[in-house]
């Protein structure tokens, strides 16, 4: 079913925006890892948000995310891998393409830093989405740099098909098939030619044609190239535009202050932004 208004991300600017795109009748689906992977969830304490204090960052979060539901928002677990614009909105979360009229990007900020080689070698080896390419691959080796929970799950639907899965965290994880062999490090490397060659894992190279780099999230910039930065966050207009039609950003994803009010806020102005542009293309 397709939706008015693509929501990315669950944390506290996506669901501020789902709300209030609900309010104004927009059917919205909010695609997102569990509410609880929002950073906020860590914080113990939350003494600054207005009429809510004392609370912890789940506590605060649980409300969000219950608000969001009784507005009426569906909701999408998991990871979008791959998107696109072009006439449309249209999202992969593992197998399946979710499509919109119009995208709020509300992913926060990526904390994980890239491996070296790893932009170098992005679609020419290195690839975030193991149902996306992993056929691709069928009869090689690849290697998975297990970075989320669901990556033992990719490494072994990549098993499934054939590759020939080397897993590589910093501890095996629970849930990886018995046979993928399994190798510790944490100072990767991509290391290539015209392609991929091997991942060099803290020194020591690990021969492959692949490498799966799975991590929770996948940086918007990555996800839609075409999407302009300034200064390493995603650029908007003051009504959350960012320089792609129809597509707005809103909460950490645009700079600091990296505050829940101010992810609320934007991700309101956003949802309401979202709306205007909805009408005018009616
Ligand atoms: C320990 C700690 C304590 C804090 N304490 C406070 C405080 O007391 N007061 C305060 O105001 N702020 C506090 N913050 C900051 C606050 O958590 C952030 O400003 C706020 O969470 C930003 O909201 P957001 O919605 O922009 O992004 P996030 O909360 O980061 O939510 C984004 C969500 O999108 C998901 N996502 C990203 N990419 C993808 C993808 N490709 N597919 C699927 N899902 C994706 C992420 O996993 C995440 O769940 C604290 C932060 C931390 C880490």
Redesign the pocket.
């Known amino acids: 079913m397709s939706h008015d208004i693509l929501v990315?991300?669950?944390?506290?600017?996506?669901l501020a925006a789902a709300v209030a795109a609900r309010g104004r009748g927009k059917s919205v689906l909010v695609?997102?890892?569990r509410?609880q992977?929002?950073?906020?969830a860590?914080?113990e304490r939350?003494?600054?948000?207005l009429g809510l204090p004392a609370g912890s960052?789940k506590e605060l979060l649980a409300q969000f995310y219950d608000h969001a539901v009784k507005a009426g928002a569906d909701f999408v677990t998991?990871?979008?891998v791959s998107m696109m614009v072009y006439g449309g909105v249209f999202a992969t979360v593992g197998s399946q393409v979710y499509d919109g009229k119009a995208l709020i990007l509300?992913?926060?900020?990526q904390r994980q830093a890239k491996y070296p080689g790893e932009e170098t070698y992005l679609g020419r080896g290195v690839s975030y989405c193991a149902t996306c390419d992993g056929m691709l691959y069928r009869g090689k080796p690849v290697a998975v740099a297990g970075r989320s929970p669901d990556a033992p799950l990719e490494a072994n639907y990549l098993k499934s098909l054939g590759c020939q899965v080397t897993y590589v965290a910093a501890q095996r994880p629970e849930g990886l098939d018995g046979d993928i062999p399994f190798v510790r490090g944490s100072r990767l490397a991509v290391i290539g030619e015209q392609a991929v060659t091997a991942l060099e894992v803290d020194g020591a190279k690990l021969p492959c044609a692949g490498v799966f780099i799975l991590r929770?999230?996948?940086a918007p910039t990555d996800?839609l190239p075409q999407l302009e930065t300034e200064n390493g966050v995603i650029r908007v207009d003051r009504t959350m535009a960012t320089n792609l039609p129809g597509v707005f950003a809103?909460?950490?994803?645009t700079g600091g202050p990296?505050?829940?009010?101010k992810?609320v806020g934007e991700g309101h102005v956003a949802a309401l932004s979202a709306c205007a542009w909805l009408e005018e293309q009616s």
């Open positions: 990315l991300g669950s944390g506290p600017a996506g695609i997102g890892n509410w992977d929002s950073p906020l860590r914080a939350v003494d600054n948000y960052g998991g990871r979008a509300a992913p926060g900020v929770q999230a996948v996800l809103a909460g950490d994803c990296l505050q829940v009010a992810a």
